[in-house]
Nanobody, 123 residues
């Protein structure tokens, strides 16, 4: 089993930056890829960034060029650097881990989830 804990959420001004962290514990050696998802009230949770076992990454069009996903495997920590924030980025952000090596953008294919961290962006 794997446990995930996010941190780093908070408030930022439009154009500002935040960095989210996600610490994994437990059987982290079973993880093939990880991702960041976000969800706003009344909408579906969406994948915004993924990092695969070979270190390659994938981003949604809405965040590409502004957000960067990275990981420190020694510390079992996943990061999301968010730059050029805008009000549309306000959401609950979740990290997720996939032990199946499917590494898709579908939420149901990720076995482990964090509790979420809130991000607010003011104009």
């Amino acid at each position: 089993q794997v446990q995930l804990v996010e941190s780093g959420g908070g408030s930022a001004q439009s154009g500002g930056s935040l960095r989210l962290s996600c610490v994994a514990s437990g059987e982290t050696y079973t993880i093939y890829c990880m991702g960041w998802f976000r969800q706003v009230l009344g909408k579906e949770r969406e994948a915004i960034a993924r990092i695969f076992s070979d270190g390659s990454t994938s981003y949604s069009d809405s965040v590409k060029g502004r957000f960067t996903i990275s990981q420190d495997k020694v510390k079992d920590t996943l990061y999301l650097q968010m730059n050029s924030l805008n009000p549309e980025d306000a959401a609950s952000y979740y990290c997720a881990a996939d032990p199946y090596n499917w590494c898709t953008s579908d939420t149901y294919e990720y076995k482990y989830w964090g509790q979420g961290t809130q991000v607010a962006v003011s104009s």
